[in-house]
């Protein structure tokens, strides 16, 4: 089984009714190959799926209309291997709801310099065909990918895979409901913003949910089941003594797994795929959710604390989006800076609720005090993350429009071992700098909470943006403050252009 195996890109070749039957049998055949191969490949996660040759604007609408309507159907990859006159195209491209990319690639890589006639290349004529079906798209103002290359190329592959994966991670915002516990921290303007305008651009839904009904649930947890997952905590992770049997503070660790518990099952019940909390509306629950909170983000659901319920879906598309690869995704907070103009690095941390999947090692379950809340001592895991390439990124709501922001990283081992920061530790270095990274995301007015993951590249979180239309703004290598003022200059324009009267 693939990583998103449940998923189908379909795979649709344009022609037309005009070459005769030996030609169009000889591009079915090839498509059939190229479809197959690309299905076949390592870099792709999900099932391509071949159509039949569409030769006329009927068959070409029918099938746009197939694919809209599937919900199996992510995707569709269009290619034409002869010309397919465009105008064929406008019904159908215009009826299709489903993220589009373009592969402009021909069936045989290299040119037969000494045997190629008229036939051959009436034949092989994606050069030409290619260029008339993007007239088309551009003329429509179609949001689609573009990849250019040989089907067979491993970087070709890579990036038809990395759309996939947008492409599911699209579906996933479509169908996710995000639960949240208690409202947004109080007063905070960053995690706010119009769940009914940010369910129109992602298909997220939001709804709030009674702490004390999830308190409830905590008090009837039968004490069987809390001494399963405990012993999957001394399984799992190495845990403190005093949170072992005997300890004094056992019992901590027993309602910290009954509120896991509690939680998991009402995720399930719903069919949510993100929860937030709020350390201010914990009414029936002791202890603020620590583990709890750590190890449902590992298992796939999107967390946001203080009620950031942007963040908690983000993370849950992020993770859809990579199944299967590996290096984790979490949330993050960017916390404290280590500002030695010769090495100059961000700590990222939570009070609690860091996902574990972004360490390689295995985390240390403890028990401290936690100053904010007024709450008993919550238990959680303590780790830090591996290093390497990373990326944060973050969604916020403009008041007009979204704008997702993200940063390329770099994760580097800690200076010295942080021993008295009993939390999920993350050290990193921004892209191309921090002074430039910090300069452009307070410009764009970024957020503190962020989706960190190791897992994909920016070139995912790219395909997305352009699949929902909601404005990208990346701090990368490249990127220096004069620049990136411009970008989000332009972009005000652009998108409030973009956008039109309503
Ligand atoms: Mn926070």
Redesign the pocket.
Known sequence: MKPLGEFEVWFLTGSQDLYGDDVLRQVAENSKAIAAGLDGSESIPVNIVWKPVVKNPEAILAACVEASSSDKCVGVITWCHTFSPAKMWIAGLQALTKPLLHLHTQFNRDLPWTEIDMDFMNLNQAAHGDREFAHIEARLGLARKTVAGHWQEASVQQRVGTWTRAACGLWEAKHLRVARFGDN?RNVAV?EGDKVSYQMAFGVAVNGFSVSDLGDAVLAVPIARVNELVAEYEKTYSVVPSLLAGGKDRESMLEAARIEIALRDFMVAGGFGALTDTFENLDGLKQLPGIAAQRLQAEGYGFG??G?WKTAAMVRIVKVMSKGLPGGTSLM?DYTYHLDPKDQKILGA??LEVCPTISDKKPNVEIHPLGIGGKADPVRLVFDAGTGPALVVNIMDMGDRFRILANEIDLVPPNKAMDKLPVGRAVWKPRPSLSTSAECWLTAGGS??TCLTRAVDIEAITDFAEMTGVELLVIGADTTVSGFKKEVRWNEAYYHLARGLR
């Open positions: 921290m995690t604390p203080e950031d907070e939570h009070m503190h909470h």
